[in-house]
């Protein structure tokens, strides 16, 4: 490839150079990926097989924590079932209402930029002041929420106190959140051709059928983007378990990343710990492994056969 | 048939309107819908205990109590963590959008030995989740380098390129300007660094920008991290004094909401000024990668 173009002789001192600039550049990458990503990523596999407390020296016990965790750990499963329960209503739910909100404002309405900055604007608040304030809406007694319910005559819900309503209740915080899948989303709608809307009303599609026929193929790139940033930030989520429910009541909201926080930081068991850690990877990576496996076949990709 | 034509657009024009009219106030009601949390948080914060429990609840508070701030203010340190949050933001961004910046310039624009190596593991990182790597980092920063309590843990990585993300956007944002521009300032005699200063650095600004923000945000949000480095209550940032407050006050709502409203200022303040930035730059990733 690179032939068709040969360097003067007279380059080859300015190209070593060139190189050494890229080199000095690409230090703080260099120490980044070796120090922080890496060589942390072989200490996770490393650590989880030791039973270090953070005090004694560590001893080498092989797979004896993953047979642990799978085995006696009274919390690995209700924590994967919370995590992924989470994780699919956050992720289906903030995609829908982000899809349909960036419809809306892609139509001529005015004030679009202002509405556009209404929808983001809880994406700017720190995540820890969004659950406490949210806390206060959910609350058992003289919460906004519960005035709604007795106003139509239904009986209290304590949101986030009660097992079964917590994983909902934290996963309408997180759809309301999406204001940056609205704006990614706005852009791809932006970038839809309106040539082919035009085609097909004069052919005589109606609203759906465009929605259906044009609109969602053309949008499968983003949507595909939308979903994987989603679903990787909603399966690591930590924060509401952190600042409101300390994973409860129960387990019910004792989320993955959480239960790997409490046995590192709380009960200080980092080779056990490491072994959670790791599970979670081979689980995340299994969704987006799964995800990129299947894009080939639903994104639609202009001039290639739609298939 | 030209007849038939006009009466046709013409009622497709009325339909539109019609259409325009009801998506207006779809949109409307969701704002107000998305709005409303926030308004409720405010007006509690303004309310005093009993008028928090009356029922039925109202909208608007009877006499806005702005002294409900001075109380919080007075239990929640706010200046103080708002001070202690930019100790770590500041030096964060500025540093992350540097190093993003120079590693993003090497991987657009220069040619060098194992490139494509280097470049396909900064794009692997950037499939690996923040949480996998975080207690061998813990370990390594505290028992390694002895940084307990202590900002540096959360600082120090920005030094290293603000994460393979924001290198990505980077590059991305260098590639699409035209290489002419480049070639003219090399026949001129300037060096890379010249070229990068001079040349590209402007050309990209926005991105720069964009980059600070995403990393202003993830250190916004984050509390995981700052709850395992910082210990003692004098170095606490917003988000741990926040959860803290929480802890002391369970059941004084007002002041609770005053604190909350206090600590999404900055967050909303930072947004309008960066609006323009933001948009811009969340599409760009969206539609650029």
């Known amino acids: ?307 | 048939m030209s007849e038939l034509t006009y009466v046709r657009l013409k009622s497709k024009k009325r339909s539109e309107r019609t259409m325009n009219a009801i998506t207006l106030l779809l949109v409307l009601l969701f704002a107000c819908m998305a709005l409303f949390p926030i308004w409720w948080i405010f007006r509690t914060s303004l309310m005093t205990n009993p008028e928090i429990y009356r029922y039925p609840p109202s909208l608007i508070p009877e006499n806005w109590l702005f002294s409900n701030y001075e109380k919080t203010l007075e239990i929640f340190k706010f200046w103080k963590y708002l001070w202690n949050t930019m100790m770590i933001i500041v030096p964060s961004c500025l540093a992350g959008t540097i190093t993003a910046t120079l590693c993003g310039y090497a991987f657009a624009r220069l040619r060098f030995r194992g490139k494509q190596l280097i470049w396909t593991l900064c794009v692997g990182s950037m499939l690996l989740p923040v949480m996998v790597t975080l207690i061998p980092l813990y370990i390594g920063w505290t028992r390694g380098l002895g940084l307990q309590d202590s900002y540096l843990p959360l600082i120090l990585p920005y030094f290293c390129g603000g994460g393979a993300f924001n290198i990505f956007l980077i590059r991305q944002f260098i590639l699409s300007i035209p290489r002419e521009l480049d070639q003219a300032a090399t026949i001129d005699g300037a060096g890379y660094f010249r070229i990068l200063f001079s040349i590209i650095m402007p050309a990209i600004k926005p991105a720069m920008i964009v980059v600070a923000l995403f990393i202003f945000i993830g250190l916004w949000n984050d509390l995981l991290q700052q709850m395992i480095y910082i210990n003692s209550s004098d170095k606490f940032t917003i988000a741990l004094g926040l959860t803290n407050f929480r802890g002391q006050l369970k059941s004084d709502w007002s002041l609770t909401m005053a604190a909350t409203c206090l600590s999404f200022a900055p967050g909303v303040l930072f947004y309008l000024l960066g609006q323009k930035y933001f948009v811009e730059g969340i599409t760009m990733t969206g539609i650029k990668s």
């Open chain 1, 1 to 307: 490839m690179e032939t068709f173009y040969k360097p003067p002789q007279r380059r080859s001192r300015l190209l070593s150079s060139e190189a050494s600039v890229a080199y000095i550049c690409l230090i703080p990458a260099f120490l980044g990926l070796i120090f922080l990503t890496y060589l942390p990523l072989a200490g996770v596999l490393g650590i989880s097989m030791t039973n270090w407390t953070g005090l004694k020296t560590p001893e080498f016990v092989g797979f004896d924590n993953y047979v642990k965790l799978f085995t006696t750990d009274p919390y690995i499963k209700d924590s994967i079932k919370a995590t992924i329960y989470f994780a699919f209503l956050s992720v289906a739910g903030s995609m829908i209402y982000s899809l349909f909100i960036a419809m809306l404002l892609n139509r001529k309405i005015p004030a679009r930029g202002f509405f556009r900055a209404v929808f983001y604007v809880p994406f700017v608040l720190p995540a820890v002041a969004i659950y406490v304030g949210w806390s206060w809406l959910y609350e058992a007694n003289f919460g906004f929420f519960n005035f709604l319910l007795s106003e139509v005559g239904l009986n209290k819900v304590l949101f986030i106190a009660d097992s079964s309503y917590v994983v909902p209740s934290l996963s309408l915080i997180a759809v309301w959140l999406s204001g940056n899948l609205i704006v990614i989303f706005l852009a791809g709608l932006q970038n839809v051709p309106s040539s082919y809307h035009e085609a097909a009303e004069m052919d005589g599609a109606g609203a759906w059928s465009r929605f259906r026929h044009i609109t969602l193929p053309c949008m499968t790139p983003i949507i595909f983007y939308n979903l994987l940033l989603s679903l990787i930030a909603n399966l690591q989520v930590v924060t509401p378990a952190l600042a409101l429910t300390n994973g409860g009541p129960g387990n019910s909201s004792r989320f993955m990343t959480y239960l790997m926080y409490d046995q590192a930081f709380v009960n200080y068991k980092l080779g056990y710990a490491c072994a959670t850690t790791f599970v979670i990877f081979a689980i995340l990576a299994a969704f987006t492994a799964v995800l990129f496996k299947t894009s080939n076949r639903w994104i639609f990709s202009e001039g290639g056969d739609d298939k």
